[in-house]
């Protein structure tokens, strides 16, 4: 689609090697007239899909983005990814993207605010010291708990220009305030109604 190279950064090597499930997306691609299709249709396992599409795929978390070259970064995007990250690495992740993206380079980002425990606010009722424990912080559960303010704060002050959020939201809160930990009671209720944030940066 145009891009020279792809770097993916994960927190483990958690990615399917399946190519079975790589080659819906080709089919796809080739639907829509993809020139390319062809020799992705042609790779036989994760490797060759790889080297390919000249994709490097990392599994180091920020240990891995540290590696990256300063201003290196046209384009970064993430899925529903940014709530995993362990809250204690959160402001150094972002200063990473932003010291790795090419000055007028763009970020794009999906931040779902919702537990994943049940889709709600569940997470919110559990004091720091429990939930940041090794325990919760290696199930599978865990999101980092940051609030729409505290990312938009984050993101401004790695040196980002924030060109656009969108925000969706509950129409009610859907956990009672009174069964939050202390530091989520009084938060403000537009906080507490944002699910999924969408957040459009540029360096």
């Known amino acids: 689609m145009g891009a020279r190279k792809s770097i993916l950064i994960d927190n483990g090597n958690y990615a399917t090697k399946d190519i079975k499930q790589y080659k819906k997306l080709i089919q796809i691609l080739k639907n829509s007239g993809y020139e390319k299709a062809k020799k992705l249709e042609e790779c036989n396992n994760f490797n060759e899909l790889l080297k390919t599409t000249n994709t490097i795929y ?3 978390g920020l240990n891995s983005l540290r590696k990256l070259e300063s201003n290196s970064i046209d384009f970064c995007f993430s899925q529903n990814v940014l709530e995993h990250i362990f809250l204690n690495e959160f402001s150094a992740f972002i200063s990473e ?13 999906q931040v779902d605010l919702k537990d994943h425990l049940g889709r709600s606010l569940n997470s919110l009722r559990f004091p720091i010291d429990i939930w940041e424990s090794n325990l919760f912080k290696r199930a599978g559960f865990y999101t980092n708990r940051l609030r729409c303010y505290q990312l938009k704060k984050i993101f401004k002050m790695s040196g980002f220009n924030i060109l656009k959020i969108q925000l969706n939201k509950w129409k009610q809160i859907p956990v009672k305030r009174r069964w939050f930990f202390k530091d989520f009671k009084n938060m403000g209720e537009e906080e507490l109604l944002t699910r999924e944030m969408n957040i459009l940066c540029k360096k």
């Open 58 to 60: 990392l599994t180091k």
């Open 97 to 109: 993207l932003y010291r790795i993206q090419k000055l007028g380079g763009l970020s794009s980002h």
